[in-house]
Each structure stands twice: as C-alpha cells, then as structure tokens.
C-alpha cells in the first residue's frame, strides 16, 4: 500500500495528464468505433446504445449515405485548398514584413493581426454577413473563401513569424556576402529555411477552413461544406458514412503528422551520432 | 594563387577607408575613421565589445552603408556597392553557415551564384575543403560538425571565392582556449598561402599581435594606434593603448626640461629621464609608463646596475604563475606597482613584506601625453 | 492553437529585427508596406468594415426589413432591447465560458506540465494526442458526446451502478454536457499556450528552488506557476473568448433552457432575419467579452506572484 502510495507521488502528474488525453482521445475512438457501426435509423447514428453491429457498409459506400454528402465534400476541400492558398500567400507577407522590417505602424499591425483570433466567430461571421447584405453581395462559394481567408491570415501571420523570428538574420547577410542577390538570396536561402513554417501554416489553414461552420454559416447561401452538411444532416437524422468519412480524415492526418515526427526524429538522431 | 605580398603601401590592391562615419541614431559608431590596409597583409581591428571594429567591417563588407566617408578597394570606390557585388567576403562571428545545405554545398554557393561550371566547383570546392583539413566531409551538415570544423567551412566558404579581401569577425571567438591557439595558427599558414588580404576583428589582444603584421588598436569608434605588434606593445601612443594591450605601470608625471638626448620628468617628487625616442609628448603632464616584464626587483640596491633607475619599494603581493611571479610593490608613494620576474630559478619567489629595490633601464620607459580628464587610465578593458 | 505552435517552435532564439533594415532592403522603406498591402486590404475589407457596418447595422431601425429596406435612425434602443430579452443566455453565456475555461485550466496545466517537464521521450506523441482530435471534423466529435453520455450506455450506465441513481439521471442534454462539451473542444487551446511556457521552463530553477529546500508545492507556486504565467493568460483568454461565443455545443449537446447567446444571433441573423437585434447582440457579446478579458489581464498583470 505504501509502494503504491509512494509510486503515486512520484505519477501523479504524469496519470493525471494521460487520463486527460484519454479524455481528448475519446471522441475520437468513438467516432472510429461508430464508423464500423450499423445504426438502426439515423436518428440513433450517434449511439451505441444496444452495442456495435459491426459493418464496413459505411467504409465501402462512403458516398452512399446521401446524394449531397459526397458533393459537400468536395466543396469543403476546394475551399479549404483556395482559401489555404490565398491565406498562406498573404499572411507570409505579412510575416516577412512584421519581422524583418521596422516601420512605422508596426505596433499596431500586429495588434491588427492579433484581433481576428480574439473576436468570437459569431462576432465575424455575422458582421461579414451584414457587408454581404448592405453591400448586396450574393452570398454562396465566393464569400466563403473570403470569410474563411480572413480567418485564417491571422493564424498563418502567427505560425511562419515564429519561423521567421528563430531565424538568424546573418544566414541572408551570409549569402549576400557570398554574391547571392536579393533574388537569389531569398530563393536559395530564405525560402528553405522558412518553408516549414510556411507548410505548418498551410496545413493549420486548410484544417481551420475544412472544419469552420460557424462563420462559413453565415456566409454560404446555398452551397454545403462538409460541417454544413453535418450540422443540417443533424436535424433529419446523420447517415452513418459522416463516421467513415471524419474517421479517414483524421487517419489520413495521422499518417501525416506520423511520418513528419518519425522523419525529425531520425534527422535528430543522424545529427547526434556524427 | 598569388604570391604572398609584403605590406608596402600605395599598392594598387590596397584597401582604403577615408574619413568614414556611421550614425546609428545619435549615437556614433564610428567616428571619421582613416586607415589603409595594404593588400596582401594581415590586419587585425583590436578593440572592445562595442567599440566600432565591427560596424567596420560591416561597412567594408557592405552591410552597413556608411553615414560618411568612402571605402576604396583596389582604386575602385566602393561604398555604395551592393554586398553582393563586391570582391570581398566575410567569415561571421557564428559562422552562419547555411543548415539546409551540405558542407560541399555551402561552400560552393559563392561560386555557384557566380554562375562557375558544376565540375569547376566540385573541383574547387575538394581543393579548398582540402586546404582546411575536411576531406570527406563533404555530404555532411553544418549541425554535425564541431565549432572548429564549423568555423573551417566558414574560412573556407568565403576563401573559395579569391576576394581581394577577406574579413574575418572574431571568427574564433566560440572556440575553446586550446582549439583557438590552434586555428590562429592555421588562418596565419593559410592567409601566407593564399596571399589574400585578411580584416581580423578581435577583441582578443594576444590574437591580434600573434598574427597580424598590423594591429589599429579601436575605441570609442576612432583608432588610437595603428602600427606592426611589437610598436604598439613597446611603444604605445596613449594610455588607452598601454593597458588595453597588456598591462602598463604609469605614473603621474611631468616635464620639467631637456638634457641632451632626454626628456626629463618629474613623479612624486622623484627625478626621471627618459630617452627622447621614447617620449610622446615633450612639456607638460605626461604619464610615465613601464611594463611589468620590464621591472627587475633587487633583494639588495647595491646588486642595481648603474644605468637603471631605481626606486624603493616593499611587497604587498605575490602570486606564483608559473613561468612567472607577480608582484605588487607598493612604491614610497603609496601607488602599488606591478611586477613580473621570471622564474629563472636565480631568486626564489620574494614574500608579502620584503622590502626590495624596483629597478629598470631608462629605454624601456615612455612617456605619454596626459589629459586632465582621464583620470585613471583604462585597465583591462577587453 | 497555432499562436501556441508557433511560440513553441520559435522558443529558441527570437531574433529582433536589425536596428536598421538588413543590408540590401535599406534603400526601400516601401517593401514592407508593399508586404503588408495584400493581406492587410483583406483583413481591412473582409474584418475591419464588416465590424463597422455590423455597427451601423446595430443601429438601424428595428422596424425594417429585408424587402422595406433599412434606415439608420440611431436606434439604441435596440441595445436595450438585446439586453431586456436576452440578458439570461447572455449572463449564461459568461458563466458557461467561465466555467468551461476553469475546468480547461484545471484539466489542461497538469497535462501541460507532464507533457512538457514529465514528458521525456513520449512528448512528441503526448503533443500528437493534443492535436491530432483537431483533423476530426469537431461537429462530429460533438456529435460523439452525444454517444458517451447517452442515458443508455456504459458511462450513465456504470454511473447508476455504481451511485445507485435513479432513472431520473442524464447528462446529456444538461447544462452538464453543454459546458463539458465547450471544456472539450476548447482544451487544447489551453494546453497548447501552457505547454509553450512551460517547456521553456530551464529545469535548473526547479532544481535551485529544491535546493533551497522548497517543498514541491512551493516550488510549483513561488517559481514555476509564476513563470508560466504567461501561457496561464494567452490559455485562458484562446478558451474563453471562443467558449463566450460558441453555440454548437448548447446546440448538439444541450437543451432549450442552455442556449447560448450564440444560439439568439445565430437564429435572429439567419432564421428570424432580424439583423439590427442581431447586430446589438454580437456587440454586446464583444463588449462583455471585453469587459472581462481587461480585468483580468489587468489582474494577472498586476498580481503576477499570486
């Protein structure tokens, strides 16, 4: 007993943090399990009460469950990658001119930066919808890249400034020294060494777009993104591929995420042992 | 490669600087700075943190532009020169070597942006990476190298590219003791090889006189003395000097004539001449400066040569440092002078208390100018 | 999340821009406005005059329509109107976030601390688990809350049990499920910020407050809490600024005595089509948000060793 005691002491704080990953994992596993699940309706898409009936109907016709779920799918992707697009070009620049320059009004830039991550969604999506309406903008594919851009620049401006900041500034002056123009410099140089912050940033864009429904709500008109469709698929009863389809999402950036952290392992690894 | 060229001046390679300033704001940097560094010669800056050697050498490099004055190159004014245009390259303090590329490719870069052949450059760049002793190291990384095989690819990334100058800045700052000796040792053999003009910024005094032929002793942004190691050591022009490059005793002093050959001074009541080819200034308060190594204590007056000025003293401290003993001998009047006898094993080491003879030859004296103002002359400002 | 990423990945050396610009940039004070210009026209357009006109908007006679057209007549009314019918789910809104962002802190500042300072070779993979929830879509990982706490299975279920409750118990559809909802989507906006302060915590103090025979409690309030207080701060405001704001929680997990203030804009703005009410609420929302956040900033700033 007083083994177990003493070994709680000392783990407390280690089981204390893998019970609340446990927690932030369960959703998770549930969405997993529910993927493989045959619910009786669809208005019991989203329990378990009565224990798994174990299918793979919802992987092998992940389109099947509706005509619009596969459509709203592709939406989602197409705004996620032009919006990524969009918002990684304009926030780098902003990145490059927030940490290399000094000018006047850079306070207060990134003050500007700083709010659109401090103002509810709500808040955005509404006050956009009221430019929409005032301005008789229609609102519908358009407007949801726009309002999804604008969420995202202040996330990409964050992400490759830290890059930027941790980079030694004597690597562009190196290279100058070294008969590399501006151009050249930047390309050879700059560019590499920033890409990784600029490629994070491009993947935080395209998951905050692919998953936003409540600014794109206001926004959308008629089209359906994929959260659209789940949210408006609640009402009337959640095919059961909804499940297959986050669960691939999230396998997929599984992988992703995987192979990045085994590739800096190894490289830490090599790095260490030379 | 060229062959290696004796500083002579006025040499169509030279590198000159006149007059240069630069403001950062209000505050100077440096300060109308005039100096020629002959091509082909190895010149150290030698200075303080924060004394203008670098801003220097940024200037020269082209990566300051200056807010005055002119930088000449080989007869060419280069001041306004972008930095990638100009036939100069520099070694960095941190090295700053590219991570993303291999060793062979950030050596190389230079060449490659200059659009040299790929085979050329392979070729260059085993024959540098030879010269610094990295064969083989070609696919590697800067992450997997150690500080002085980092420091080697600098050397050898800006020396593929044959500038006409090369700047190093503190470019052995990050090294240990012994790894230091070893390279200052190594960029002297390589700069005779190569025949390029080196820019050496150190704050390391040591460093600068084992390897320059000429030394600018920096501060406050002007240069105080510039001259080949041994003028500046034996023959400082200002007291800054005197203790920035090793230690001096000077005494308060002031000129009171002439005799022949002399100038005669006067210190603590005390009569001193000193040969005129050692004297700075010629009337008015002077310092009186010796160094330590110059000092000679006599357990005995009567041991003192006739030639030597002496004057009494008595021990306060004593610290055995090996190859030498320091002293401090507190003269009559109060001021604690310091001392270094060489264990040569004739004396053994004097104790705290002894009252002995401080004695030494009038022509390793000199006599500085002294303003009111300073005080107290600067001691160990690197 | 990313403001955290990118605080983490930068923690190194951050190295300020050059008193003047870098060689090669000097002769053009334009570049970083030319930088600047794209991006900050978006933000200008798309964020800035959104806010104004969502003002304006708030103001306009409440009497309009979308086919009579609007009128800025000033109406403040409308303001006192948003608060007279709708100070309940704006009061609960503040106290759900509040509550939500607690238990995040709670929750969140032992796994941050385990992740950064217990982690060793398990961290990258503990910081994986905090992430990797983000790329399922979150509506249906609300949805699955609705699975856990259902009246039915083994979590009710092996509560009853266990508690010998009645059946008269749920969780879900109460205020239970809707606040532990928000506590979940919005936890690793906690941990992330935490684990970024945290990991730059040179465990040599720790080991300096233990020598200087601190009990580990006291060494968790003198030296680390103080020292991460800055995550402590970007944490909570990243949970509750969202949490304030959120409805698909109240929503999917909640019942019509939960709603948010969220769910009132959201139905006046795009079913009822009563944009100016709409309108004064999002304001209000801001400026209670606001409220709250500068006392506590202003708290935290002052009292920095609690």
Excluded at chain 2, 176 to 203: A, N, P, W, Y
Aim: aromatic residues 10%; proline residues 6%.
């Amino acid at each position: 007993m007083r083994r177990v005691g003493r070994f709680l002491a000392r783990y407390w704080v280690m089981a204390v943090g893998l019970a609340v990953l446990a927690y932030m994992a369960a959703p998770v596993v549930v969405v997993l399990l529910l993927s493989f699940n045959q619910p009786a309706n669809r208005s019991t898409t989203f329990l378990l009460d009565d224990g798994i009936h174990w299918t793979l109907n919802n992987w092998t016709d992940i389109c099947g469950g509706s005509e619009t779920i596969c459509p709203a799918l592709s939406t989602s992707i197409q705004v996620g990658l032009i919006s990524t697009l969009i918002a990684t070009v304009l926030g780098t620049l902003i990145a490059f001119a927030l940490v290399r320059h000094r000018f006047f009004g850079r306070g207060a830039s990134n003050v500007l930066i700083f709010l659109p991550m401090a103002t509810p969604e709500i808040v955005m999506g509404s006050s956009l919808l009221a430019l929409f309406v005032s301005a008789g903008v229609p609102t519908g594919f358009g407007t949801i890249v726009i309002a999804h851009v604008m969420f995202c620049i202040s996330f990409v401006v964050v992400t490759v400034k830290a890059r930027l900041a941790g980079m030694d500034p004597r690597l562009q002056e190196a290279a100058m020294d070294l008969y590399a123009t501006p151009f050249a410099t930047f390309r050879q140089v700059t560019l590499p060494l920033v890409m990784p912050g600029i490629v994070a940033a491009a993947l935080l864009s395209f998951s905050l777009s692919f998953d936003d429904y409540i600014i794109t709500t206001f926004n959308s008109g008629n089209v359906v993104t994929f959260p659209l469709f789940v949210w408006g698929a609640n009402q009337r009863g959640i095919p059961p591929q909804v499940n297959a389809i986050a669960s691939a999402m999230f396998l997929i950036a599984f992988v992703f995420v995987a192979i990045g952290q085994i590739r800096n392992a190894r490289r830490a690894r090599r790095a260490a042992t030379s | 490669m060229t062959v290696p060229t004796q500083p002579t001046g006025g040499h169509a390679g030279d590198l000159e600087l006149s007059a240069v300033t630069k403001r950062f704001g209000a505050f100077t940097a440096v300060d109308q700075l005039s100096l020629t560094v002959p091509e082909g010669s190895f010149f150290a800056l030698l200075g303080a943190s924060g004394c203008g050697k670098t801003t220097t050498l940024r200037m020269v490099a082209g990566l300051e532009e200056p807010t005055a004055g002119t930088v000449v190159l080989g007869g060419r004014d280069i001041t306004r020169v972008r930095p990638y245009a100009r036939p100069v390259n520099t070694v960095f303090q941190s090295y700053a070597l590219f991570p993303h590329m291999t060793i062979a490719e950030n050596v190389g870069f230079g060449l490659k942006q200059k659009r040299v052949g790929r085979k050329e450059i392979a070729d260059r760049v085993r024959e540098m990476l030879a010269l610094v002793e990295l064969t083989g190291f070609d696919h590697r990384r800067p992450a997997q190298l150690s500080g002085g095989q980092q420091q080697r690819v600098a050397l050898a990334r800006a020396l593929i590219n044959r500038p006409q100058v090369l700047l190093l800045d503190e470019p052995l700052g990050a090294l240990d003791l012994k790894l230091r000796r070893q390279m200052q040792i190594e960029l002297k053999r390589i700069q005779t090889e190569v025949g390029i003009t080196f820019v050496h910024v150190t704050h390391d005094q040591e460093e600068a006189m084992t390897m320059a032929d000429t030394v600018a002793v920096m501060n406050a942004g002007r240069i105080e003395q510039l001259g080949a190691p041994t003028e500046i050591y034996e023959f400082p022009t200002t007291a800054f000097v005197a203790n920035f490059l090793g230690q001096s005793n000077l005494l308060t002093a002031s000129v009171t004539g002439a005799n022949g050959g002399d100038v005669l001074v006067e210190a603590y009541g005390k009569r001193f001449a000193v040969p005129a080819g050692r004297c700075r200034v010629s009337d008015g308060s002077a310092y009186l400066g010796v160094r330590p190594e110059k000092l000679h204590v006599a357990v005995d007056s009567a041991t003192v040569p006739g030639s030597h000025i002496h004057v009494p003293g008595e021990i306060t401290d004593s610290s055995y440092v090996g190859v030498s003993t320091q002293y401090l001998v507190r003269a009559p009047w109060g001021e604690e002078l310091s001392v270094f006898a060489p264990n040569s094993g004739t004396e053994g080491p004097l104790q705290p208390g002894a009252h002995v003879s401080l004695h030494w030859h009038p022509s390793h004296s000199f006599l500085l100018a002294r303003d009111n103002e300073v005080a107290e002359p600067v001691l160990e400002a690197a | 999340m990313s403001t955290v990423l990118a605080t983490s990945a930068g923690s190194g050396t951050a190295y300020e821009p050059p008193p003047e610009p870098v060689a090669g940039g000097r002769r053009r004070r334009w570049l970083p406005y030319a930088l600047l210009l794209p991006g900050f026209a978006w933000l200008g357009l798309f964020f800035a005059a959104p806010m104004v006109s969502l003002f304006t908007t708030s103001l306009y006679d409440p009497s309009g329509s979308e086919e009579t057209g609007y009128q800025l007549t000033w109406a403040f009314g409308n303001y006192w109107d948003a608060l007279d019918l709708y100070h309940e789910q704006f009061l609960r809104s503040l106290l759900y976030a509040f509550i939500a962002t607690v238990a995040c802190l709670i929750l969140g500042y032992p796994l941050a601390y385990a992740i950064a300072v217990k982690g060793g070779r398990w961290k990258n993979l503990m910081l994986v688990g905090v992430i990797a929830p983000f790329f399922t879509s979150f509506l249906v990982r609300t949805l699955a809350w609705k699975t856990i706490l259902s009246d039915h299975w083994i979590v009710v279920g092996g509560l009853k049990r266990v508690f010998a409750l009645g059946d008269d118990f749920h969780l879900i559809n109460t205020e239970f499920s809707v606040i532990a909802g928000l506590t979940y989507n919005f936890l690793p906006f906690m941990v992330l910020p935490l684990y970024a302060s945290l990991e730059k915590l040179d465990p040599r103090l720790l080991e300096a407050a233990n020598d200087l025979y601190a009990t580990p409690w006291r060494t968790f309030r003198q030296v680390t809490l103080p020292l991460s207080l800055p995550g402590v701060v970007s944490g909570t405001l990243m949970t509750f600024i969202p949490a304030a704001g959120d409805y698909i929680n109240a929503e999917l997990l909640g019942n019509p005595k939960t709603t948010m203030i969220g769910n009132v804009v959201q139905s006046r703005f795009l079913t009822i089509h009563d944009y100016p009410l709409a309108a004064a609420l999002s304001f209000v929302l801001m400026a209670g948000i606001l409220i709250m956040v500068l006392i506590y900033v202003r708290r935290a700033g002052t009292d920095e060793v609690v």
